[in-house]
């Protein structure tokens, strides 16, 4: 297959597209790249990017660690497991290797699936988890998940004595005004040569000066991939985000909340549902049937899923605080106060249109995308997000939405279109509406959420019982941590803030 002049990625360039590698391939890359280390990668039970690096030695050593991986401590990376027999297998995918842009020595990264002693998946691994809940709905619909984010970090730095950081004036500036430009433009190269598929990356609408320091916000935005690579990109990401911030001496966070007089730091995700490459998620007439059911399935499993999308407690002052951020269970189109939107997608017949107009008398060819481009957005994640157990969610979700014989009612009753009317508008709206309607307020009250509805997220043993309990535990001893921190006798959302400054 020829490979397209423009491909970034070395591995893609050398070896042709990463769905045919295999561990001959990746060694042959490793001679004739000459990279000196191999790192095995993986997520671990906290969320974050780990690794194990092994020397380049020999062709027999670089294959032997390609093909078998590792024996590892699974009591140091997963909380609850026995330390008395913690052994399991960390195993190379080696589609998903890349040539390490950052280190001492030029290396080749692979990430890595986690095995039990017997052979089987580890079912409370992050990546088994996002895998499990993808094969579930593709064997209940015969549909795909297709997913990306949006991701929003900060970049802290001294303020800037020549172009002094305006409030709340950032969203795509250009420089000089721009700050962090530089830190974004390496993120977008790096990321590209690595095989993540970046749409584009913009400075976003927070800064903020303060006297010691400036905090501008920035944005990356990824492409629709499958489940599992989404969930890849999205850790890959916030990895390279850090280290290249590192490396010009900033430092970046993705906290919720980083002051009170800005812009949280939000995490939306957009998925669409994909049968033989066709967008079942629209029609000719907009949204399709597929795609309301997809909205319901969202809507229905929203204040559960907030368990893993929104993690800490300043995620619950993000949402209370923020003008964009949203606390009702509704949706809209081209809405961004509904906790789902269904954004522009250059429908119909307007974009051959625009072209022409903005280019007269230049015949220029507008050819259909290969998968229509529309989505449905999640509006609900911060950067503290679990971002596979968020994914694999999102996938049980949307089988129940799929399957359940009351969506379409649903996706009708919490429509934004029917604000103002008594009968169509979402409860939340009336005096009547039901908490149900409304997002938790608390960790504690996620928890709860999530409690109630766990069957759900274990059918089918996608999330296993004893992954569920964790999760609930670490959200109630945060909310038991910080109980009336943020009220006049604690110590304020600042000292919040502080502790929970590098999340994810």
């Known amino acids: 297959m020829a490979i397209d002049a423009l491909e970034p990625d070395p591995l893609v360039r050398l070896l042709g597209p990463s769905t045919g590698w295999d561990a001959a391939d990746l060694v042959r890359a490793v001679e004739q790249l000459q990279l000196r280390q191999v790192n095995l990668r993986y997520v671990g039970g906290d969320g974050r990017l780990k690794t194990l690096a092994f020397p380049v030695g020999s062709r027999e050593h670089v294959t032997e660690v390609l093909v078998r991986g590792e024996r590892v401590d699974g009591s140091s990376i997963f909380t609850g497991t026995d330390a008395g027999a913690s052994d399991v297998y960390l195993v190379p995918r080696h589609r998903t290797a890349f040539v390490n842009p950052f280190g001492e020595r030029p290396s080749l990264d692979v990430l890595c699936s986690f095995y039990d002693p017997s052979g089987a ?15 579930v709905l593709e064997e209940e619909t015969g549909m795909t998940l297709e997913a990306f984010g949006e991701l929003e970090y900060y970049l802290v730095d001294e303020p800037d004595p020549l172009y002094p950081v305006e409030a709340e004036r950032g969203y795509q500036e250009s420089g000089p005004f721009a700050k962090g430009e530089r830190v974004r433009e390496q993120v977008l190269g790096h990321l590209t040569a690595m095989g993540v598929q970046v749409k584009y990356v913009h400075g976003e609408v927070g800064s903020i000066l303060e006297d010691d320091r400036q905090l501008v916000q920035h944005e990356i935005e990824l492409r629709p991939v499958l489940l599992e690579q ?12 850090r280290e290249v911030a590192a490396s010009h001496g900033l430092e970046a966070t993705f906290a919720p909340l980083v002051s009170d007089q800005g812009a949280g730091n939000g995490l939306h995700v957009h998925s669409r549902l994909v049968r033989d490459g066709v967008n079942e998620t629209v029609d000719d007439d907009g949204l399709s049937v597929t795609g309301r059911r997809l909205v319901a399935g969202y809507l229905s499993a929203a204040r559960a899923l907030t368990a893993f999308a929104c993690t800490v407690p300043t995620s619950y002052l993000r949402l209370e605080l923020g003008e964009e951020s949203p606390e009702e269970v509704c949706w809209g189109e081209q809405d961004r106060t509904g906790l789902v939107r269904v954004p522009l997608a250059w429908g119909g017949d307007v974009l051959p249109g625009m072209v022409a107009h903005a280019n007269p008398g230049m015949p220029v060819p507008v050819l259909p995308p290969t998968t229509h481009p529309q989505t449905v957005e999640l509006r609900l994640g911060d950067g503290s997000a679990d971002v596979h157990l968020l994914l694999a969610g999102m996938a049980v979700a949307a089988r129940q939405g799929l399957a359940d014989p009351g969506s379409l009612e649903l996706a009708r009753r919490l429509s934004t279109a029917g604000r103002g009317d008594s009968d169509d508008g979402p409860a939340g709206d009336s005096d009547e509406g039901s908490a149900a309607d409304r997002l938790p307020a608390s960790c504690g009250e996620s928890a709860d959420a999530l409690e109630a ?4 997220f274990e059918a089918h043993g996608v999330f296993p019982p004893a992954l569920v309990d964790q999760v609930l535990g670490q959200l109630r001893e945060a909310d038991e941590a910080t109980a009336g921190e943020d009220g006049p006798d604690g110590g304020g959302p600042e000292e919040l803030v502080r502790r929970y400054w590098h999340v994810a």
């Open 453 to 456: 509805a766990r069957g759900l």
């Open 230 to 241: 989404a969930a890849d990109a999205l850790v890959l990401t916030r990895w390279v985000v």
């Open 121 to 135: 998946p580890l079912p409370y691994a992050r990546e088994q988890v996002v895998r499990r809940a993808a094969e």
